[in-house]
C-alpha cells in the first residue's frame, strides 16, 4: 500500500500526505456540492501527473458532454485523450437492460485493457438505482446492497484507487451500505455563515489512516477546487520566549513601556471611535519599515488607498515602501471574510515574504463573519498565536464602545490572548475633549502605570504629560481633585 497525492490543492495536508492506494473514496454530498468537480480535477492532474485514468460516467451521458462540463476548469487537457493518459466511457442504456452483472463485467473488462492507476465512477448511486428500473420495479434495500457488495469486491481486484461520488445528506450516508464498504469517506456541503456563501469539507473516514477532523472550508474557482484546511493551535516545542524589546515608533509610548515592548508578543490597542487607533498602529508599521523590516497590514476598515492618503497626513509615507515590497496592504471586507481561507492566505504571505511586523487593523469586525462568539475566540485566539510562532510581532486594533456601563473593556476578552493592551480614550476636561493613553496590560515589562496625555499632530503621535490634579479620567468626564486633597496624596 503506497500514498498518493489527492490533486486537490492543499487536501494533501489535511490527509497527511494524500490517499492510499488502493482504496476506494466515497465523495458524497447533496446536488451541487461539487462532487463531479472534485474527482473529475484528481482525475486529470493525475493523468498529468504520468497516470493512467478511467472516468465512467453512469449517467448515459455522452463523453463530449461530460468534456464540455469539465473544461471550464483550467485543470482540463483535452490532449490527454491522445496520450491515453485520460480515458472516458459512459454506461448507456442498451447495458443497463441486460443487468448488473453486464454492468461489472463491462467495466472489470475495460480496467483489464487500460489497467488504470485511478478511477472515477460517477455517481454510483445513480447506477444502483436505475439497474432494475427496467423491469418495471423499485430496487429492493437487498438487491441494492449486494450489488454494491458485489461491485466493491470486484473493485479490492483492481489494485487501484477508486473515487466514488453519492448524492447523499449526513444523516443518509450513516445510513447507506457505502459507508462501511468504502475504505474512506468525503463530505461535501455548504452553509450560509452570517452574510456569506461557504463551502465546507469534512472528512468522515480514512481506513488505516490520520487526518485533520472537522470542517475545512474549500471554494471552486477557474482552477477547481481549492481547500482551506481549518486553523488549529501550533506546536510552539521549547521554543525560548524573545526577550529583544522592539519601538512601537513612538517615543513617548517606548517610555511608558520601558523600551518598547518584546519581540514576536502581541500588543492590543482599544479605544473608542476616533481615538487613534490605526495612527498608533501606523507608527508601529513605519517603525519596522525603517529598519528593513517587511510588514504586512490586514484591514477590516479601510482600502490601502485610503490608509495611504491617511498616514500621509501625520507624516507618514508608506507608498515608496509598497512600490518595494516591503509592504503590503491586505483589504478584506468583513461581509465576505472566509476565516480559513484568510488564515491560510495570511500565514502563506507571512512565510514567502519574511513578514515581521503584522498590524491587524479592526479586528472587531470578524463578528460580522463569525457570528458565533466562541467560534470566534477560539479563532482569533489560533491566528494570534500563529503570528507568534511565525516570529512575528503583531499589533491589532479593536474598538471599544465606553469603559463602563456593562461593556467589557477590551472586545471579546482578548486579554488572555495578548501580552500588551493599550488604552485609548477621549476626556472632556473642561469644556474640551482630550486624548489619553494608559497601559491596562503588559506581560514581561514594568511598565508606567500614569494616565497619559497624547496628540495627534501632523507629525503623528505626541504623548505628553501624565494627568495630575484629575480623578475618574477613565470615566470619560474628569473632575479636578481639590488642592488640600492633591496636597495630602502627594506627602503619602
Known amino acids: 500500500m503506497i500514498t498518493v497525492s489527492s ?81 472516458i466511457i459512459s454506461i448507456g442504456d442498451s447495458l443497463l437492460k441486460q443487468g448488473d452483472q453486464a454492468v461489472i463485467e463491462f467495466i472489470h473488462k475495460k480496467i483489464s485493457i487500460l489497467k488504470p492507476d485511478r478511477i472515477v465512477i460517477d455517481p454510483l448511486t445513480v447506477l444502483g438505482d436505475i439497474l432494475r428500473s427496467y423491469e418495471k420495479r423499485p430496487l429492493t434495500d437487498d438487491e441494492r446492497r449486494r450489488f454494491y457488495f458485489d461491485l466493491f469486491t470486484s473493485m479490492k481486484s483492481w489494485n487501484t484507487l477508486i473515487l466514488i461520488t453519492g448524492e447523499f445528506t449526513l444523516e443518509d450516508i450513516q445510513q447507506n451500505p457505502l459507508g462501511y464498504l468504502a475504505d474512506g469517506m468525503i463530505y461535501l456541503s455548504d452553509e450560509i ?111 490601502p488607498s485610503k490608509l495611504v492618503r491617511n498616514a500621509r497626513a501625520f507624516g507618514m509615507d508608506l507608498e515608496p515602501f509598497l512600490q518595494k515590497k516591503m509592504l503590503e496592504v491586505h483589504y478584506v471586507s468583513p461581509v465576505s471574510y472566509h476565516p480559513d481561507e484568510e488564515a491560510w492566505l495570511i500565514r502563506k504571505k507571512i512565510k514567502d515574504n519574511s513578514v515581521k511586523r503584522l498590524l491587524f487593523d479592526g479586528i472587531e469586525n470578524l463578528e460580522t463573519s463569525l457570528p458565533n462568539s466562541i467560534e470566534r475566540k477560539n479563532y482569533m485566539a489560533v491566528l494570534l498565536d500563529l503570528f507568534s510562532s511565525m516570529g512575528v510581532t503583531t499589533l491589532i486594533t479593536s474598538e471599544i464602545s465606553e469603559l463602563f456601563g456593562g461593556v467589557k473593556l477590551t472586545h471579546e476578552t482578548l486579554s488572555n490572548v495578548v501580552d500588551n493592551i493599550i488604552l485609548l480614550k477621549h476626556v472632556e476636561i473642561e469644556g474640551n475633549m482630550k486624548g489619553f493613553i494608559s497601559i491596562m496590560k503588559s506581560r514581561g515589562i514594568k511598565h508606567d502605570t500614569e494616565i497619559r496625555e497624547f496628540e495627534i499632530t501632523e507629525k503623528g503621535i505626541v504623548v505628553k504629560s501624565s494627568m495630575k490634579g484629575y480623578e475618574s479620567v477613565l470615566s470619560g468626564i474628569a473632575r479636578k481633585i481639590s488642592g488640600e486633597f492633591l496636597e495630602k496624596k502627594e506627602k503619602l
Open 193 to 303: 455563515v452570517g452574510m456569506r456563501y461557504e463551502r465546507n469539507l469534512r472528512i468522515l473516514k480514512m481506513r488505516g489512516q490520520k487526518y485533520m477532523p472537522g470542517n475545512h472550508s474549500f471554494d471552486i474557482r477557474d482552477t477547481g477546487i481549492i481547500v482551506f484546511p481549518k486553523s488549529l493551535p501550533q506546536v510552539w516545542g521549547e521554543k525560548p520566549a524573545s526577550k529583544i524589546k522592539v519601538s512601537t515608533g513612538i517615543s513617548g509610548l517606548d517610555a511608558m513601556l520601558k523600551g518598547g515592548i518584546h519581540e514576536e508578543d502581541i500588543m492590543l490597542i482599544s479605544g473608542t471611535t476616533g481615538t487613534g487607533k490605526t495612527t498608533f498602529a501606523l507608527h508601529f508599521i513605519c517603525e519596522g519599515l525603517h529598519n528593513g523590516e517587511k510588514s504586512l497590514i490586514i484591514s477590516l476598515e479601510e482600502r
Open 7 to 87: 490533486h486537490i490543492l492543499n487536501l494533501d495536508d489535511i490527509l497527511e500526505g494524500g490517499f492510499y492506494k488502493p482504496s476506494v473514496i466515497l465523495v458524497a454530498g447533496i446536488a451541487g456540492s461539487g462532487k463531479t468537480t472534485f474527482v473529475a480535477q484528481s482525475l486529470f492532474n493525475a493523468a498529468k501527473a504520468g497516470e493512467t485514468c478511467l472516468f465512467i460516467s453512469t449517467l448515459s451521458e455522452s463523453p463530449a458532454m461530460i468534456n464540455n462540463y469539465m473544461s471550464r476548469f483550467s485543470f482540463f487537457d483535452r490532449t490527454l485523450y491522445e496520450t491515453k493518459k485520460m480515458n
